[in-house]
C-alpha cells in the first residue's frame, strides 16, 4: 500500500467515524483528540458508565480501526478468577473481546479499515458500549474493581 492510499484510507475511515458519531447525538469535532494527521486519529466520548475510545491508526503500511472502553484496574486479589470469568464472557460477545493491558481490563474491537461500512461501525459502537456498561454494572461489582481513570472531556 502506498503512503498516499493510506492516508487517504484514513481520511475516508475518519469521514465516516464522525458521520456516525453526529448521527448517535455526539459533536465529533469536540470528542475528537487528534485529527487525522501523521497516520492517527482518534476521539473519546462517554457511553453511560464508561468511556470509549476510537482510534484510526497506521502500522506497516496497514491502516486500523480500534475501539476500546477502558473499564477496570486488575484487582490484587482473585485474579484466575477474573481471568477466567473473563475468558467465559468473551465466548458470548460478538465482534469484540476483553483484554488486559498495563494492568486494566478492556473491552475492544480492532480491524484492518479497508472495507469498513457505516453499519458495522454503528454496531460496533452499540456493542462496545452494552459490553462496557454491563461489565461495569455486574464483573466490576463482582470483583469489587476500580474502575479505569480516564480523563474527562
Not at 475468558?87 to 476483553?98: I, P, R, S, T, V
Request: charged residues 25%; hydrophobic residues 40%.
Amino acid at each position: 500500500m502506498t503512503a498516499n492510499r493510506g492516508k487517504s484510507t484514513l481520511y475516508k475511515a475518519s469521514t465516516l467515524v464522525e458521520e456516525v458519531l453526529r448521527e448517535v447525538g455526539l459533536d465529533p469535532e469536540r470528542d475528537r483528540i487528534d485529527p487525522v494527521e501523521d497516520g492517527f486519529a482518534s476521539w473519546l466520548f462517554y457511553s453511560n458508565f464508561s468511556a470509549v475510545y476510537i482510534d484510526l491508526y497506521t502500522h506497516n503500511e496497514w491502516n486500523y480501526i480500534s475501539v476500546m472502553a477502558p473499564l477496570f484496574a486488575v484487582p490484587e486479589r482473585e485474579t484466575h478468577r477474573l481471568y477466567e470469568k473473563l475468558c467465559e464472557l468473551n465466548h458470548a460477545l460478538f465482534g469484540c473481546a476483553y483484554s488486559l493491558f498495563d494492568n486494566s481490563v478492556f473491552v475492544g474491537y480492532r480491524r484492518e479499515i479497508e472495507n469498513l461500512h457505516k453499519a458495522e461501525l454503528q454496531n460496533t459502537l452499540k456493542r462496545i458500549t452494552f459490553y462496557a456498561d454491563e461489565a461495569l454494572q455486574t464483573v466490576a461489582k463482582e470483583f469489587n474493581c476500580l474502575p479505569h481513570e480516564t480523563p474527562h472531556a
